[in-house]
């Protein structure tokens, strides 16, 4: 029995000390160089190229660390409302009234594009599937249901195509990779805006559901006949085919790092004043149509100023210097039009009214 | 618990044991109390979590209860974009998908269990038992990687075509197969549920008095007809292990997610796509933006919750009342 007295003795005695630990490390925490610490969330799409960025951006300003958690841009954009997080992420831009929502003004700083593909296991098919607007649609609508239909021979003239059924495959999440792709085909065939609509969740005429552009491209790849759609990203790497798409001038463009850019320049023009735009379907002869923007969120009116100058030297960096990387790591980076139109935003950016920019990068 | 502790501590030398217990008694009083409240702190802390869960899921899908009243228990559509919202696709996924893998689950789990008390020598029946376990410790993404990757091929390209072959004329056999649905959910389902049916019906198995089997081996009966006999008096100890399996099997979510097809869809044939309430709550969640969006994915939890609940119940309430009642004859 007295053992357990014993016992009770040696949790206090390290309860104490874990107390006394902790105050020591409290105390010696913030000595030394300021460090601030920036907390994001939303997108997922981009998130390996902002862990990238951060990493690299910590690696030459070891005193500013950022964190993000992709837990989608739904969740993004109520994190920055709810003013939890420091910067929030989407891929679609925010809604009027989601900004209204808002305490603050919110600003929308594109950071780099990304497109979805459509990608398809079709043993015996050699070359690119070519797609017009409206067969895409069909396909996802489930009206067109066979391979060898005669619409899908017409656009493919001298393709093998198997006389077997198409298995749709789509996402089972809420993403914004099918807010990008429902929004295409919203724009490009009547029937599906009525039908679906434009939603990162949508009721799914046909098909089946997978988890994630990872879910998705597994299930394409090991399902004889079917298609989906994913980010290019995810095709790229695992080696699957992606449909050249006939875009707004009428030409069939192969998904492409500058076919995307290409989209983005041809949509600057139509840009409004708060950047909030969508390019699917965009002007241009080398535009990839189901191309989109992914954001950075952040008020304009910043209530920590060193906070706030963290954020807006990194977000100059990542409109300038990052984009270099996002090629590498297969992200489309801005046209530079679209960089100037930035420039403004990260400018206007302030605490107290002072703009926080300071001119060195 | 004072004279249990004095009876404890009986062993000790005679010479000190008065003083020494005196300061102990002392010391002890106010320990024992501190321990009985906090223990009952914590017992409380449960029993307040469950209503606090009750109460926050009610309060947060007001909006969807508001809008659709009963009537959300049997829509059919789904629909985010023009917020029409109903649960029956995922009632009907859920209980489809757990009624399979109960099918699948129960004849193999009573069947181990019978094996395991009556007939397997004790060097068989602890691996045997070992590995049944084991089943319940794998992870149920690691259940649901191994569907995706080799359940659903395998069936999708050699086993569903066969059955079709042989059974298509049934709708429940018919359509177009990808090896991902339904029939693939509660496979995987099956296997997840079996460790908890058969371990519970191991101990309802045991509680069954040996006079019993002595009895019906005395009257001559073959060690089948023994087993017979002790299945009888543990008949409602195992439905109650069933259902403990049952609920198992309604609120499993990650596995099921990835090898059901998610589509929320009635749909007769057990190849098609289907989706589950708890796999619903999973893949919607994380970009539900609208609040009537999101009150509905709360008011399926708020379903499910339900659902589980009443399961748990019947089936502890089932459990218990059969060990007691075999039970107490042991005892006394």
């Known amino acids: 029995m007295t053992k357990c007295i014993h016992t009770a003795h040696w949790i206090l005695l390290f309860l104490v000390a874990i107390a006394l630990l902790s105050l020591t490390f409290y105390g010696c925490g913030p000595s030394g160089t300021r460090e601030v610490r920036l907390q994001g969330a939303g997108a997922t799409f981009p998130n390996p190229l902002y862990q990238k960025w951060f990493s690299e951006y910590n690696k030459a300003h070891p005193d500013s660390k950022f964190d993000y958690q992709s837990i989608g841009s739904g969740g993004g954009i109520k994190q920055i409302t709810s003013r939890t997080v420091d910067f929030g992420g989407s891929d679609a831009p925010m809604k009027d009234d989601e900004l209204r929502a808002a305490p603050g003004e919110i600003l929308h700083i594109p950071t780099v594009l990304g497109a979805v593909v459509v990608t398809y296991n079709l043993p015996g098919v050699s070359g690119e599937l070519k797609l017009t607007p409206e067969l895409a649609a069909a396909i996802f609508l489930g009206t067109v249901k066979t391979w060898n239909d005669p619409v899908i021979a017409a656009a493919n003239p001298g393709a093998a195509l198997p006389a077997s059924d198409i298995t749709v495959v789509h996402r089972s999440d809420g993403s914004g990779t099918t807010f990008v792709f429902t929004d295409y085909l919203s724009k490009v065939s009547a029937e599906w805006k009525e039908r679906v609509g434009t939603g990162t969740a949508v009721s799914w005429p046909a098909g089946i559901g997978a988890k994630g552009n990872e879910g998705v491209t597994q299930q394409v790849k090991q399902t004889p006949n079917s298609v989906g759609y994913v980010e290019l990203l995810y095709a790229e790497q695992n080696k699957l085919p992606a449909a050249h798409l006939k875009n707004s001038a009428g030409e069939f463009v192969r998904p492409s790092l500058d076919s995307i850019t290409a989209a983005a320049a041809g949509a600057a023009g139509h840009m409004p004043d708060d950047l909030r735009v969508s390019i699917t379907n965009a002007p241009g002869n080398s535009a990839y149509p189901i191309s989109s923007f992914t954001y950075l969120l952040v008020y304009k009116e910043q209530q920590d100023a060193a906070k706030g100058t963290a954020l807006v030297d990194f977000l100059w960096w990542a409109t300038h210097d990052g984009q270099q990387m996002a090629r590498d790591q297969l992200y489309a980076p801005l046209p530079r039009e679209v960089v100037e139109r930035t420039e403004l935003k990260i400018e206007a950016i302030a605490h107290q009214g002072k703009p926080l920019r300071t001119g060195q990068p | 618990?004072?004279?249990?502790?004095?009876?404890?501590?009986?062993?000790?030398?005679?010479?000190?044991?008065?003083?020494?217990?005196?300061?102990?008694?002392?010391?002890?009083?106010?320990?024992?109390?501190?321990?009985?409240?906090?223990?009952?702190?914590?017992?409380?802390?449960?029993?307040?979590?469950?209503?606090?869960?009750?109460?926050?899921?009610?309060?947060?899908?007001?909006?969807?209860?508001?809008?659709?009243?009963?009537?959300?228990?049997?829509?059919e559509a789904w629909d985010p974009v023009r917020e029409e919202f109903g649960a029956l696709p995922f009632i009907y996924g859920t209980t489809v998908s757990s009624l399979i893998a109960l099918a699948i689950a129960v004849p193999v789990s009573i069947g181990v269990g019978v094996f395991l008390v009556e007939h397997a020598p004790r060097r068989l029946a602890s691996p045997v038992s070992f590995l049944v376990q084991l089943l319940a410790a794998i992870p149920s993404v690691v259940y649901g990687l191994w569907g995706v990757f080799v359940l659903a091929p395998v069936l999708g390209e050699h086993v569903y075509p066969r059955i079709q072959s042989a059974l298509g004329f049934l709708p429940a056999f018919k359509g177009s197969i990808s090896g991902l649905g339904l029939l693939t959910a509660g496979i995987i389902l099956s296997i997840m549920i079996v460790p908890i049916v058969t371990t519970v019906t191991v101990d309802i198995l045991r509680a069954v008095p040996a006079t019993q089997r002595e009895a019906a081996l005395a009257l001559g009966a073959t060690k089948w007809e023994a087993a017979q006999v002790v299945l009888q008096n543990a008949r409602s100890g195992i439905t109650g292990a069933v259902i403990l399996g049952l609920g198992r099997a309604v609120g499993e979510t990650m596995a099921v997610t990835m090898v059901i097809g998610n589509r929320p869809e009635i749909s007769a044939s057990l190849f098609d796509p289907s989706s589950t309430i708890a796999s619903a709550i999973a893949n919607e969640f994380t970009e539900a933006t609208s609040d009537v969006y999101l009150s509905a994915l709360v008011e399926l939890g708020l379903i499910l919750f339900v659902l589980t609940f009443a399961i748990n119940a019947l089936a502890r309430l089932l459990v218990w009342a059969a060990t007691r009642r075999m039970g107490q004859p042991e005892s006394a």
């Open chain 2, 1 to 75: 618990m004072n004279e249990r502790l004095i009876a404890a501590g009986e062993g000790a030398p005679p010479l000190s044991r008065r003083s020494a217990m005196s300061g102990f008694r002392k010391s002890t009083a106010f320990a024992d109390r501190a321990f009985k409240l906090t223990t009952l702190l914590f017992a409380l802390a449960i029993a307040g979590l469950v209503v606090l869960i009750v109460i926050e899921t009610a309060r947060n899908s007001t909006l969807t209860l508001d809008k659709f009243g009963l009537s959300f228990l049997w829509r």
